[in-house]
C-alpha cells in the first residue's frame, strides 16, 4: 500500500507547514500562534474546530457513510526553552526558544492527514478526533482534553514521534511499556546567611544541598533492583547571594522516571526522606514538593495487534522494529490509559541532515524532512483501519 496518494500530493505542503513552526516556537501552554496557525489550516479544508483550553485545538471530521466509532489522532505542538543553534533558514526566530525534540512535524504531519483524510471522509463511518495538544513537556495537555469531555466515547488512540536514533524509512513500537512515568520534585533547603569565614554561625543551604543530589543517586543505585529501570534526575540546583555569603536557601529541580507504579511510589517516598534527613544534618530544614506529570505510556495489547499490520502496510514489514523501552515520558500515556491505543516512533535520522541524528532537546536539533509523509501517511492509514465498515460492527 505505502503512503496513501494525498499525503505524496502534500510533500511540499509538509515541509513547508513544518519550517513554518520551526521557525516560530512557542513553549508549552502559551502556543497561541501555532493553535491559530492549526486552526485555520483545518477551517481552509471544512474541517470544523474547537478550542480546548486556552492552546488547544480540537478538529473532527465525519465519515459520510454514517454514525460510527470515534477515534483519537493526536500531536504535541510545545517547544522548548533552548537556543537554536543551526544555521538553516527555517531555524527558530525566537531567542532561547526552539523545537528541540520535533513537535512541529508531528504538528505538521496531523494536518496533513487531516487533509487527506477530509477528501476521503465518504469511504468512512464514524468520527476522527483531532487532537492539537499544547503542553506535552510539562504533561499538562493531554490531562486538558481529558477533563474537557471532548472526547468521550472514543474507542481507540493513536499518537507518534519522531525518533532522532533511528533512520527515515523506520517505524517502531512494542507491545507493552515504551515510555516511563513522570514526575516533578521540588526540594527547598532553607538555612540561615553568615560570613563564609564563621560557617558555625549560620546553616549552608547550598551545601546541604549539593549534599542531598548526591546523596538521592544512592536511591536509584542501592535500594531497588537494577534490572527494574528507574532514575533521579536533577536539572537545577539555585543558591547563593555572594561569594563570601552562607547561603541562606537553596532550590533543587529534578524528575523520577520509572516503569513500576511500586518504584515510583518507594522514590518518591525515599526522597522526601533523605532530603529532609540531609538537611537536618547541617541544620537546615527542606521543604518537598512532588508533582505527578504522567503514568508509564503502555501500548494497548489489541490496538497493539491492529496496528501491526497497518505500520507494515506503510513503510513495510521489515522496516517495523522494536522500541526499546525509555525513561523518557510522555503524556500520550494519558490518553491510551482512558482511549486504548498506541504510540509509535518514526525514523526522522539521516547523513544527510546532520541535526537529525543529534539526541532530542539539544540545540542543534533537526529531523530529515522526508520522516513527513511517512507520520501523515501513517495517521492516515490507522484512522482508515479502525473506520472501515467492519469496525463499525462492534
Same mark, same amino acid.
Given at each position: 500500500?505505502?503512503?496513501?496518494?494525498?499525503?505524496?500530493?502534500?510533500?511540499?505542503?509538509?515541509? @513547508?507547514?513544518?519550517?513554518?513552526?520551526?521557525? $516560530? #516556537?512557542?513553549?508549552?501552554?502559551?502556543?497561541?500562534?501555532?493553535?491559530?496557525?492549526?486552526? +485555520?489550516?483545518?477551517?481552509?479544508?471544512?474541517?470544523?474546530? !474547537?478550542?480546548?483550553?486556552?492552546?488547544?485545538?480540537?478538529?473532527?471530521?465525519?465519515? &459520510?457513510?454514517?454514525?460510527?466509532?470515534?477515534?483519537?489522532?493526536?500531536?504535541?505542538?510545545?517547544?522548548?526553552?533552548?537556543?537554536?543553534?543551526?544555521?538553516?533558514?527555517?531555524?527558530?526566530?525566537?531567542?532561547?526558544?526552539?523545537?528541540? $525534540?520535533?513537535?512541529?512535524?508531528?504538528?505538521?504531519?496531523?494536518?496533513?492527514?487531516?487533509?487527506?483524510?477530509?477528501?476521503?471522509?465518504? &469511504? *468512512? *463511518?464514524?468520527?476522527?478526533?483531532?487532537?492539537?495538544?499544547?503542553?506535552?513537556?510539562? $504533561?499538562?495537555?493531554?490531562?486538558? *482534553?481529558?477533563?474537557?469531555?471532548?472526547?468521550?466515547?472514543?474507542?481507540?488512540?493513536?499518537?507518534?514521534?519522531?525518533?532522532?536514533?533511528?533512520?527515515?524509512? !523506520?517505524?517502531?513500537?512494542?507491545?507493552?511499556?515504551?515510555? @516511563?512515568?513522570?514526575?516533578?520534585?521540588?526540594?527547598?533547603?532553607?538555612?540561615?546567611?553568615?560570613?563564609?569565614? &564563621?560557617?558555625?554561625?549560620?546553616?549552608? %543551604?547550598?551545601?546541604?544541598?549539593?549534599?542531598?543530589?548526591?546523596?538521592?543517586?544512592?536511591?536509584?543505585?542501592?535500594?531497588?533492583?537494577?534490572?527494574?529501570?528507574? /532514575?533521579?534526575?536533577?536539572?537545577?540546583?539555585?543558591?547563593?547571594?555572594?561569594?563570601?555569603?552562607?547561603?541562606?536557601?537553596?532550590?533543587?529541580?529534578?524528575?523520577?522516571?520509572? *516503569?513500576?507504579?511500586?518504584?515510583?511510589?518507594?522514590?518518591?517516598?525515599?526522597?522526601?526522606?533523605?532530603?529532609?534527613?540531609?538537611?537536618?544534618?547541617?541544620?537546615?530544614?527542606?521543604?518537598?514538593?512532588?508533582?505527578?506529570?504522567?503514568?508509564?505510556?503502555?501500548?494497548?495489547? !489489541?490496538?497493539?495487534?491492529?496496528?501491526?499490520?497497518?505500520? !507494515?502496510?506503510?513503510?513495510?514489514?521489515?522496516? /517495523?522494529?522494536?522500541?526499546?523501552? +525509555?525513561?523518557?515520558?510522555?503524556?500520550?500515556?494519558?490518553?491510551?490509559?482512558?482511549?486504548?491505543?498506541?504510540?509509535?516512533?518514526?525514523?526522522?535520522?539521516?547523513?544527510?541532515?546532520?541535526?537529525?541524528?543529534?539526541?532530542?532537546? &539539544? #540545540?542543534?536539533?533537526?529531523?530529515?524532512?522526508?520522516?513527513?509523509?511517512? %507520520?501523515?501517511?501513517?495517521?492516515?492509514?490507522?484512522?482508515?483501519?479502525?473506520?472501515?465498515?467492519?469496525?463499525?460492527? $462492534?
Amino acid at each position: 500500500m505505502g503512503i496513501h496518494p494525498y499525503i505524496e500530493e502534500d510533500r511540499g505542503y509538509l515541509t @513547508a507547514l513544518r519550517r513554518q513552526f520551526h521557525r $516560530c #516556537p512557542e513553549r508549552s501552554m502559551k502556543e497561541y500562534d501555532t493553535a491559530a496557525r492549526v486552526r +485555520s489550516e483545518l477551517e481552509a479544508v471544512g474541517i470544523p474546530v !474547537q478550542a480546548v483550553g486556552d492552546t488547544g485545538v480540537l478538529g473532527i471530521i465525519r465519515g &459520510t457513510r454514517g454514525p460510527g466509532r470515534r477515534i483519537v489522532l493526536r500531536a504535541d505542538m510545545d517547544a522548548l526553552p533552548i537556543q537554536d543553534e543551526k544555521d538553516v533558514p527555517y531555524a527558530s526566530q525566537r531567542p532561547g526558544v526552539m523545537h528541540a $525534540c520535533g513537535h512541529d512535524a508531528h504538528t505538521a504531519a496531523l494536518l496533513g492527514a487531516s487533509r487527506a483524510l477530509k477528501r476521503l471522509e465518504d &469511504t *468512512f *463511518f464514524g468520527e476522527i478526533l483531532l487532537v492539537f495538544q499544547p503542553g506535552e513537556e510539562y $504533561c499538562k495537555g493531554a490531562r486538558s *482534553f481529558l477533563q474537557s469531555g471532548v472526547l468521550e466515547g472514543a474507542v481507540r488512540s493513536f499518537g507518534l514521534h519522531v525518533q532522532s536514533n533511528l533512520p527515515v524509512g !523506520q517505524v517502531a513500537m512494542s507491545p507493552g511499556a515504551e515510555n @516511563a512515568s513522570v514526575d516533578r520534585f521540588t526540594i527547598r533547603v532553607l538555612g540561615k546567611s553568615a560570613h563564609v569565614s &564563621t560557617p558555625e554561625l549560620g546553616a549552608d %543551604a547550598l551545601y546541604a544541598a549539593a549534599q542531598i543530589v548526591t546523596a538521592l543517586q544512592g536511591i536509584v543505585g542501592r535500594l531497588k533492583s537494577p534490572s527494574d529501570p528507574a /532514575l533521579i534526575g536533577v536539572g537545577i540546583l539555585r543558591s547563593g547571594e555572594g561569594y563570601n555569603i552562607v547561603a541562606r536557601e537553596a532550590v533543587i529541580e529534578g524528575t523520577i522516571r520509572a *516503569f513500576a507504579p511500586a518504584t515510583r511510589e518507594m522514590i518518591g517516598e525515599k526522597l522526601t526522606h533523605t532530603a529532609r534527613s540531609v538537611a537536618a544534618l547541617y541544620n537546615t530544614s527542606a521543604e518537598i514538593s512532588i508533582e505527578s506529570f504522567t503514568r508509564a505510556l503502555i501500548n494497548h495489547p !489489541q490496538v497493539y495487534a491492529e496496528t501491526v499490520p497497518v505500520i !507494515q502496510s506503510v513503510v513495510g514489514r521489515e522496516n /517495523l522494529v522494536p522500541k526499546e523501552p +525509555s525513561l523518557g515520558g510522555d503524556d500520550m500515556a494519558e490518553l491510551i490509559a482512558a482511549i486504548p491505543g498506541v504510540y509509535a516512533y518514526v525514523g526522522s535520522g539521516s547523513p544527510e541532515v546532520p541535526g537529525s541524528r543529534l539526541a532530542h532537546h &539539544t #540545540p542543534g536539533f533537526d529531523i530529515d524532512e522526508n520522516a513527513l509523509p511517512i %507520520a501523515a501517511g501513517l495517521y492516515t492509514a490507522f484512522a482508515l483501519a479502525q473506520l472501515r465498515p467492519e469496525k463499525n460492527l $462492534c
